[in-house]
């Protein structure tokens, strides 16, 4: 078998002469984690190029996805089809499978996206413990893979690094381990201008096995890798490197990390390492010795294949379900059941109340279902009867993030990537901005992961500006692929979450009052009203003249203001928006009727209004925020800030009248 | 004079009666954390509540905001006039200086304000880097402060707390002290369900003195903070406590945190801690003592006072303008003078590239002026010839943040609001959500804080979609009292950085691309054309029939397509959008007249289009991105998501006939 160390400078030549070509890229860590990665796929990682996603692999993400040409560079030479050579070649050129920061795309050996620092260790942590769940349900037979994630420095800077790193300490998660790509430098320059610490010691103090190696001596790693695995706690193995290895004018300097290669750089590394083949040539033994590393796990998997053939005929269903992300058969009829009661009973409570009972019914009807609310069960009413899932119980579907957002959406988008878990957590909407780049990787990935958020508006009241979301509802709908649902009452909620379920190619937040509201909609049968997204609530009792557009709470309001205006003789429909990514799906005719554009319009939404003219016009009245909010009991913020029936009805009032002032010059 | 223990009793009840009056209320933590406070207050914290504003103060941050009765009551107690008994009795009513959660307030001895978790500490780590530069520039006489916060569970598991942990280790900021109220009870319940790491151990890893005491016993309390004092490291005290303490029944228990008390608590409180007196009552002993506790300060206040009018004119003019965050005069004729320069010699450069040499002449302009860009000093070239400021030499001006946007983010809060430092950092558009909740509290406390960024859009090119802004600008505008600049050109980016320093009273986001962008102004007076948010850029030759809006990078392919339109005998003006608040703002007369509603109206912006109906209504076309980016060469990409001036041509000529067409019949 060819030498490890050679077949890590096939990852550094077809790095440097890619790199060269297009006069772009981060040689530092292609360059540098080499050898780390090399003796990782050929001696560990457990998987089988030629069936990329077969559910029981080992899992390999590289957190420092800047680096990107380290894993395309491997999932080529291991043998991904995806990743041929001409791709390698169309490194960062449009509609590539190799793009500038490693993309979502198990088929190409490509785990999660990376690129935001901190996130992708956060991704592996939620992977190990969506393995741990498929483990204990299924047993080792079916599931037994590892979690492995190479970082950098600067992932593990990031505070999200913290976040996880105490959890999965915490949770014993001990199929992860970290490999540290420990060079001492960033883009900055050398480590030491921003941090002094020990990073082992960090994550000894979290409850971590950790260990070291030379990060160039494929034995060291290899040794380092074995007791890692050996270990029941995560491990962190710190690799020591140098970055860019093998470009003498680079190695070791923070030129290496983001800077470009000339021409004499290649020349002198194939000096250096005594390469002497040309660009994006891989000689044939290496390419052999690595083709055959990527087929490693073939005996492995069709073993595996022979034991869940083995299986009972449910639970071989069951698991490959699980790990197509489907859900299961009649998860929604009880969906539908409680959507009747609550059109039956009317109850008078918070949404998030409403969504905590259904998130029970729904934790019967999808046993993969699992959820967390960051130190916020309470408030949020979400953990209800889940059993918390634990260092000793992996039962569990409660996770106990503790007060941690952003490490939560992470670990959701590592869940949902892995596949056998559906993820859900909610926490309050003002802290959304703590898991927002999760979201959006959420979003960019197209990963069915289900954000929940209660305290939705200045509705919370006495807790004030600090706690009560504004710009928040703007600041999501403006996030491409991302399904924001804000529903009025407990019935429309029981849809959106139908809708938020069902969709299995992208995320839906889903958006609860904390303060109680009343059920406005009587009709709870199977049609999913709020599945276009907006839909007249309340129809106009003749020529409709008018229109108000509203969002959760702020329907009521409108309904009141319908109320008054229909008493005094003027046509008023009531347009509820649950969704406008939804709407906006809809064909034109559909969008021209429930806009109304000849009727004088209102929108009412506690919240900013940017993004409103989409439905009001430029003269339309927009009734909701305009500034920071205030701490007061609830009712007397809703007056405060003017969001009144009553000033929709005079808005609507004093714009009929301006439509008639026009009028009348013309017609005399 | 009094127990420290009775004055502690004094900070319970009034607590416990407010909770009753109100029926709202987080107990835990006044009721928990009484004895630290009254022993911190009233043996340590250097203040004058006569005084409160008293440059040389120490500052006291409650990092666990929830719990804010503490610290108004201690307030109140110590003598600070904002906080009568009148306002404690009206504790969350709207309008009270005792809001839901502490609200920065320097006069009312609110330091910052606090409540989204973990960010209270990072804005004290914040504080005692500004003291550290004032002392360092103006010597201990006349600055020699500590920051002390206090922290709980919640801060401390938030991932920004070890990013800033291990930048005040990193920094060896030695006037920072810690204290943590450490009772193993968040609002789950007990923190070994989400945490089992010794906190204390994590800190020393970073390099912190770290040391403990009861928390419920002043002497040992008072025995820690000196030892913290004298610690040349930061401190970390660990007090150990019982959360609700006082109150029988929730005492030590999950219920504390933000459970309703019933009138029964009050009974039995007062039977367990022998207090005797009617609700809001302080008996006299216990007042004064609390009221000389409040005043200790006073003689210190009085002898630095004399320090300062002993120093020369100018030391004390200086000192005194920076402690009233007033800008140098003569700060804005260089940026003139830089802007003349880039209007006369109009380079092709990126915006961030002349932001950098904009930061440049204002360094020299403005002493104060301290910058950072985590880890992305090159690529935003803001580092420049700023000397860092380190452990070992405070002079300079660069902070080296590390891979760490929020801490930044929080930091800089900090700096702004001890005062003395005007704040300034840097990173790519795409980590600002990073750094949101940051950006959000500098708003919501109306800090002027300047938050830059640069890589604002698809232009980025080849790093891809993780890295390419598109919600980026909508959700920054949806943000109140946020001003978003994106000039076009290095002429208007030196009046958005005049506009944004000249903002004392909140922040502002001066974005940046990363290409080359020509410069398209080439007047550069002294007047500020950026100052009223849009102005018409290139004017139409004749009636306006089309106006094209445009921001930033693609206001050149306004002018592009302007000029097509032009030379097809069409009017067209090109409004460049630089602020959208700053416009709002504008007299009716004036926006009417930039909007054009009688023009076919066009607007461009490589982001999405949430908002822009603003200007361009119902009809108009908006050429932008509706999904995420691409990896890609930039060229690329604006032809490939169609951002061309091609495409505003078109849409112009086609609503131009669609005009056309409906006014025919009316006609015929």
């Known amino acids: 078998m060819a030498d490890l160390s050679r077949m890590a400078d096939a990852i550094r030549f077809l790095s440097i002469d890619t790199f060269l070509k297009i006069g772009d890229g981060h040689p530092g860590t292609p360059l540098g984690a080499a050898d780390i990665v090399t003796t990782l796929y050929n001696r560990h990682l457990k998987f089988d190029a030629s069936d990329p996603t077969w559910p029981d692999r080992d899992r390999f993400v590289q957190s420092n996805g800047h680096g990107s040409m380290l894993i395309y560079a491997a999932n080529h030479l291991a043998g991904f089809d995806k990743i041929s050579i001409e791709e390698i070649k169309r490194f960062r050129e449009l509609g590539s499978h190799c793009p500038g920061h490693p993309e979502y795309d198990p088929e190409a050996g490509i785990e999660t996206t990376t690129g935001p620092l901190g996130q992708g260790i956060a991704n592996a942590v939620g992977m190990a413990v969506a393995e741990e769940k498929l483990r204990a349900r299924f047993g080792p037979d079916l599931c037994n893979h590892y979690i492995y994630a190479l970082t950098g420095d600067g992932c593990l800077m990031e505070g999200i690094s913290q976040e996880v790193i105490e959890l999965a300490g915490h949770l014993k998660l001990g199929h992860l381990i970290f490999l540290f790509d420990s060079n001492h430098i960033t883009d900055d ?90 660009p994006h040539v891989v000689p044939d033994d290496l390419l052999l010795a690595w083709r055959a590393g990527g087929t490693r796990g073939r005996a492995e998997r069709l073993a595996w294949q022979d034991r869940l053939d083995a299986s009972e005929a449910e639970v071989k269903a069951e698991f490959q379900r699980l790990t197509a992300s489907k859900l299961p058969d009649g998860w929604r009829a009880p969906l539908i059941h409680r959507k009747a009661q609550y059109a039956a009973e009317r109850p008078n409570q918070p949404t998030v109340a409403s969504s905590g009972e259904i998130l029970d019914v ?41 007060v941690r957002e952003f ?212 003269d339309g009245a927009f009734i909701g925020m305009s500034s920071f909010g205030a701490s007061a009991p609830e009712d007397e913020l809703f007056a405060h800030f003017g969001i009144t029936a009553d000033r929709a009805v005079s808005a609507v009032l004093e714009r009929l009248d301006a439509k008639e002032e026009k009028r009348v010059p013309e017609t005399v």
């Not at 290899?222 to 470009?247: E, N, Q, W």
């Not at 070791?252 to 083949?277: F, M, N, T, Y």
Request: proline share 6%; hydrophobic share 40%.
């Open 189 to 278: 320059g050398e480590t030491c201008q921003a941090i002094t610490e020990d990073q082992a010691a960090r994550f000894r103090v979290a409850g971590w096995h950790t260990v070291e190696c030379d990060g160039h001596d494929p034995a060291s790693i290899d040794a380092a890798i074995l007791l890692a695995k050996a270990d029941p706690r995560p491990s962190f193995v710190t690799c020591h490197t140098v970055i860019g290895k093998g470009v003498p004018r680079i190695a070791g300097d923070r030129a290496a990390h983001g800077g470009k290669l000339v021409p004499q750089d290649a020349i002198d590394a194939r000096e250096a390492l005594g390469w002497s083949h040309e």
């Open 407 to 618: 490490a939560m959406g992470a670990m959701m988008n590592g869940m949902a990537a892995h596949r056998g878990v559906q993820p859900f957590g909610i926490t309050f909407l003002v802290f959304s901005d703590y898991e927002r780049h999760a979201i959006r990787m959420a979003a960019m990935m197209g990963l069915p992961v289900i954000f929940g958020f209660s305290h939705d508006s200045i509705g919370i009241g006495r807790n004030g500006p600090t706690h009560q979301p504004v710009e928040y509802l703007a600041s999501l709908r403006a996030m491409p692929n991302l399904n924001v649902f804000r529903p009025a009452d407990s019935v429309e909620l029981a849809e959106c979450w139908e809708l938020a379920l069902e969709r299995r190619n992208g995320p839906s937040a889903v958006i609860c009052t904390r303060q109680a509201v009343p059920t406005v909609r009587g009709d709870g049968t199977a049609e999913n009203r709020a599945a276009r997204g907006a839909y007249v609530i309340a129809p106009a009792s003749g020529a409709r003249q008018a229109t108000l557009f509203a969002t959760g709470s702020e329907v009521q309001i409108a309904l009141d203001a319908r109320k008054t205006l229909e008493a005094r003789g003027i046509p008023t429909a009531v347009v509820s928006v649950p969704c406008w990514e939804l709407f906006a799906a809809q064909d034109k005719g559909y969008r021209d009727e429930i806009i109304g554009r000849a009727t004088v319009r209102v929108a009412i939404e506690a919240a900013a209004s940017l993004g409103w003219e989409r439905f009001i016009g430029e």
């Open 362 to 402: 729904l934790s019967d009807a999808i046993p993969e279902l699992m959820s967390g609310a960051p130190d916020l069960e309470a408030a949020t009413k979400h953990k209800r009867r889940l059993a918390p899932f634990t260092a000793q119980d992996r039962s569990g579907r409660y996770l106990h993030y503790g």
